[in-house]
């Protein structure tokens, strides 16, 4: 699926992930402020807590994200598998 598609399912809950990505076991989600919030408003950000990889100084965390230009032309976003 392309990025329009993608988008619009982070605004309804889904979590994604792109088969280009070199790294596997992270993706990326949408987060709603809720009254507990420091943000107001809906942002994006990747977790890569569950990142496979021979690179055990690879950051496992949970940051905002935005995508690049490579991102929102891509069309192999999916859906991140239970």
Same mark, same amino acid.
């Given at each position: 699926?392309? %990025? ?9 809950? !889904? ?5 280009? @990505?070199?790294?596997?076991?992270? %993706?990326? !989600? ?11 408003? *809906?942002?994006? %950000? ?18 905002? @994200? ?8 891509? !069309?192999? @976003?999916?859906?991140?598998? *239970?």
């Amino acid at each position: 699926m392309n %990025f329009e598609e993608a988008l619009s399912l982070l605004k309804k809950g !889904e979590k994604l992930q792109r088969l280009g @990505w070199n790294g596997k076991g992270i %993706f990326i !989600e949408m987060q709603v402020p809720n009254m507990h919030s420091k943000m107001s408003h *809906p942002y994006l %950000f990747i977790d890569t807590t569950g990142l496979i990889s021979d690179n055990l100084d690879a950051r496992r965390n949970l940051v905002p @994200w935005a995508p690049s230009q490579t991102d929102i032309l891509a !069309e192999d @976003w999916q859906i991140l598998a *239970p």
